[in-house]
């Protein structure tokens, strides 16, 4: 009876630990989210539309550019898209492999780590490749590599902005910025972290979007996503 008691209160221990954990992370992302809008605002004259936290935020975040034609009208289809054109174009635009990107993930699941252990390493580049492209392809979180394939597949240059370390700053990562003209101007996409680790993308929009309904809804960027 004893030992039911006590494994009970350190479920409960437990329960109590993982919900702190992520009411701190969520706590964060929303002060990332108010100091990532008042910078963006000052510096670039833009303010943070936010999109669906469903593991898509950098598709959705990528769709709501108006300036660019034929978009696809959901994640999913982007997905696609973004697939086969790196079935045909595997470099980057200054003519690096992607392969060369890939490593192993921080979450490592049984198939990453038999990839791992092979011993020849262009057909583990291959496989890590097929892997990556099944990942895009389904549900995994979106990162540098799909923000440069999206450039080239648009033609358009992205950049992404988050915070600096100590939240004083705005900072901002280039993709695909080229010296040749561009009919498509600059895409700003949003990056927000919690313990230095990207958690969600966010789209932007100009300033004189906002209606003055809209100024009243300010408190709602502290919502979580």
């Known amino acids: 009876m004893w030992n039911l008691y006590y494994s ?15 009411m701190d992370k969520l706590l964060q992302i929303r002060i990332e989210k108010e100091n990532l809008d008042i910078l963006a605002k000052s510096k670039l004259k833009i303010r943070i539309d936010d ?36 079935e045909s174009n595997p470099q980057t635009p200054d003519g ?27 057909i583990q580049k291959e496989l890590r490749w097929q892997r990556f492209l099944k990942k ?4 995994e979180w979106g990162g540098s590599i799909e923000i440069l394939a999206l450039t080239q597949l648009y ?3 992205i950049t992404v902005l ?3 370390m100590d939240g004083s700053g705005l900072r901002e990562t280039k993709f695909n910025h080229t010296q040749e003209p561009c009919s498509n101007p600059v895409i700003y996409l949003g990056h927000l972290k919690a ?11 100009p300033l004189e979007e906002m209606t003055f309904e809209q100024y009243s809804e300010f408190p709602s960027l502290l919502s979580p996503f």
């Open 195 to 205: 313990n230095g680790r990207g958690l969600h993308f966010v789209a932007f929009k």
């Open 51 to 86: 999109v669906p936290g469903d593991g898509n935020c950098l598709y959705h975040a990528f769709l709501r550019n108006k300036n660019i034609h034929n978009l696809p009208d959901n994640p999913q289809e982007l997905r696609r898209q973004l697939v086969t054109f790196l």
């Open 155 to 157: 033609n358009v240059p």
């Open 96 to 122: 690096t492999s992607y392969k060369d990107f890939l490593c192993l993930p921080r979450d490592p699941d049984l198939e990453d780590m038999a990839i791992e252990r092979v011993e020849n390493l262009e």
């Open 8 to 22: 009970n209160i350190s479920c409960f221990q437990k329960h109590l630990k993982k919900e702190k954990k992520k």
């Open 136 to 139: 895009v392809q389904g549900e």
């Open 162 to 164: 988050s915070c600096e």
